[in-house]
């Protein structure tokens, strides 16, 4: 009786090792066929040639898969199919004689072909009537006697046992008055333009998203960031001297998020906790802050410091002395941030200095570039690389460069994989 136990439990045994083997085998291929391995933190790259239509093309920007390239000529919004050449998707401004609409802003999800952008027209009816009903008369009740304590008689008594007809005034309808109600004057929106694949013929889907009814009247936006997982948009808008800091979440909520006085002149958003690292100036105050939810958290206190990107769940602090980057720190993107925490340097020495034309790469390189030179930091380790366009732009994954040569009334542009 207990050998056949034994071979029972044996075989039992067995049977679940070859189950968690069986389980265990299924659940590393459909991780491989959801996130292949060779594809993790590996950007899309491309080379090759391709002729625009027109010479003065500004705002730059390659999509994700590097086959689309937006920019602007003109006032107007153009999607150029790289691998086709030709111009995919236009949007006009709204009147050739106020070139402040029109589109203010766009910006390509960092994956897919999707581009976001803002559009800003003219409100036709800025100014509205509302019928307003007036308030009636009030009656006034008489007045007790306050020394005797009771209401003034009539001289003439009435038979209490005499009935009177009594006559009721008449209501005279009154006409409602209309009072102005002013409006924004601008009616600004917000859209995303999802590509195809480039091989198709099928048209961009450009699908309007909401409109932003606090965006003021002639604001410029100067910054706009997005975190992908997290669905969170943020966007700094100058009006005059007013500055506003605006996130807008899944559910088209807008709230304004920046303090009074505050100025912004860069910043970036996590894409695993939508977490928005600024640099901002309060009065005289220069600091790096972190904005989760109504919570604000000091990352540095050094007024020489600016957030320069996210990467590879890092928060990378550049250094910055008279326009030159000097040192590169880090610290860890967390769910759980704490107050001025400990910044690891990762580099030092010294670079040209441009908040534009510096970004962090999918492995985590810093590059920072001019139009004759890019300069590539990598697990501290630095190295330069010459740039021969009249323009020359990379992408925001680091991994494309893009050379823009004027050719008469065209535009010939390469693109060649960056090697960090």
């Known amino acids: 009786m207990k050998k056949k136990l034994r071979i029972i439990l044996v075989w039992i045994l067995v049977s679940l090792i070859l189950q968690f083997g069986a389980y265990s085998y299924l659940n590393m291929q459909v991780a491989n066929v959801l996130a292949p391995k ?54 006009e401004l709204p009147s050739a004689a106020d070139k402040t609409l029109g589109v203010l802003t766009y910006q390509w999800l960092p994956d897919r072909d999707t581009l976001l952008y803002f559009y800003a027209k003219k409100n036709p009816n800025p100014i509205t009537y509302v019928p ?18 009771v209401l003034p008689q009539d001289p003439k008594v009435e038979d209490p046992n005499e009935k009177v007809k009594k006559e009721v005034p008449k209501e005279v309808p009154v006409e409602p008055k209309l009072e102005k109600r002013y409006g924004n004057p601008q009616i600004t929106e917000l859209y995303t333009l999802a590509l195809p694949n480039s091989d198709e013929d099928t048209p961009p889907d450009d699908r309007f998203n909401q409109t932003i009814n606090t965006f ?59 977490t928005l690292y600024i640099n901002s100036k309060v009065g ?59 910044l690891k ?44 366009g009249d323009e020359n732009y990379i992408s925001e994954d680091g991994a494309e460069l893009i050379q823009l040569n004027r050719s008469g009334t065209s535009t010939i542009v390469e693109l060649i994989p960056l090697k960090s």
């Open 38 to 91: 060779g594809d993790i933190n590996e950007p899309i790259t491309t080379q090759l040639k391709a002729t625009i239509p027109g010479s003065n093309l500004k705002n730059i920007q390659i999509s994700y898969a590097k086959d689309y390239l937006a920019y602007t000529e003109n006032g107007t919004l153009k999607i150029f199919n790289l691998a086709k050449e030709r111009i995919v998707f236009e949007k």
């Open 132 to 149: 307003v009903q007036p308030t009636k008369p009030v009656t006034q009740t008489p007045a007790k006697d306050p020394e005797a304590g």
């Open 216 to 274: 003021p009247a002639g604001g410029k936006i100067e910054e706009l960031v997005v975190s992908t997982s997290t669905n969170l948009i943020y966007l700094t808008v100058k009006n005059g001297s007013t500055e506003l800091l605006m996130e807008i979440d899944v559910m088209k909520n807008v709230r304004q998020i920046n303090r009074s006085g505050e100025t912004i002149d860069d910043m970036v958003a996590s894409d695993r906790y939508g």
């Open 284 to 342: 005289g105050t220069q600091q790096v802050i972190a904005l989760s939810g109504d919570k604000r958290i000091v990352i540095s206190k050094n007024s020489k410091d600016r957030v320069i990107g996210l990467g590879d769940g890092k928060v990378y602090i550049g250094e910055i002395e008279n326009n030159k980057l000097i040192r590169i720190k880090t610290t860890a993107d967390r769910v759980d941030l704490a107050s001025n925490p400990a």
């Open 345 to 388: 340097t990762e580099w030092e020495g010294s670079l040209p200095f441009n908040n534009d034309r510096t970004l962090i790469g999918s492995k985590g390189q810093v590059v920072t570039y001019d139009q004759s030179t890019a300069y590539i930091v990598t697990n501290g380790q630095l190295k330069e690389l010459k740039l021969q």
